[in-house]
């Protein structure tokens, strides 16, 4: 499986390997259950889910071309314990029920450094609110970023919301990585946890 063209890959029936749409909210039978946004080519998510296969994991990424080493992943390796949605973040709430994540991983999000386009941001506060009625209570957001200046403006959104209490955390590289983990593995990486109250 490696389709090249945006309209052969938009045209593609994964089957029940990917997930484009749903009538209703996901239902898991794990009791953990944990998100990553803008999973790119996913390597962290799959050795997690091959490493912890009591562990929900759900893969969400919007560009389908990035997407599809991980889904040949899932399927060869036939990872059951790994979801993959091809969906935008903003609508997550049509996939996912309210308070049914323990965790949500932002891994080296776009950064949208210039000020009109702050508002895609994944830690926007449009998009806090929403991680915020997805997780339990006690859920916890990981967010981890090469950039100094959405790192600062994040640590800013995540004070100002009341659902969150976030704490400054010390990057230490762990046993699995996303591609820009490594990529960036040069550079300082700033790193936090927001956690739901
Ligand atoms: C800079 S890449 C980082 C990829 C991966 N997290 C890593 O660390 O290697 C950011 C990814 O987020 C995806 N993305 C950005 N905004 C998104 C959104 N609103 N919904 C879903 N995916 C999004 C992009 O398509 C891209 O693959």
């Known amino acids: 499986m490696r389709l090249r063209h945006k309209k052969d890959i ?6 029940d390997q990917l997930i484009k749409q749903v009538d209703q909210p996901l239902v898991f039978n794990t009791p953990k259950v944990i998100l990553e946004i803008g ?3 996913g390597s962290l998510i799959k050795n997690s889910a091959l490493n912890n296969p009591t562990i929900t994991y759900v893969a969400l990424e919007y560009n389908l ?9 899932k399927t060869v390796e036939k990872i059951n314990n790994l979801i993959i949605i ?15 994540l ?35 209570s006690q859920g916890v957001i990981y967010f981890k970023t090469d950039s100094s200046s959405l790192f600062n403006d994040s640590l800013t959104y995540f004070q100002s919301n009341s659902n969150f209490q976030v704490e400054v955390l010390t990057y230490e590289k762990g046993a699995f990585c996303t591609e820009y983990e490594i990529k960036k593995a040069d550079l300082p990486i700033y790193y936090l946890k927001g956690v739901k109250i």
């Open 39 to 41: 999973v790119g080519k």
């Open 10 to 15: 938009e045209n593609f029936d994964f089957g």
């Open 65 to 73: 071309t990035i997407l599809q080493s991980l889904i040949k992943a």
């Open 86 to 100: 091809n969906n935008q973040a903003l609508n997550l709430p049509d996939f996912l029920s309210f308070s049914s």
């Open 102 to 136: 323990d965790e949500i991983w932002l891994n080296f999000s776009d950064p949208w450094l210039k000020k009109r386009y702050h508002k895609r941001r994944l830690t926007y506060p449009t998009y806090l609110n929403i991680y915020a009625n997805l997780l339990k």
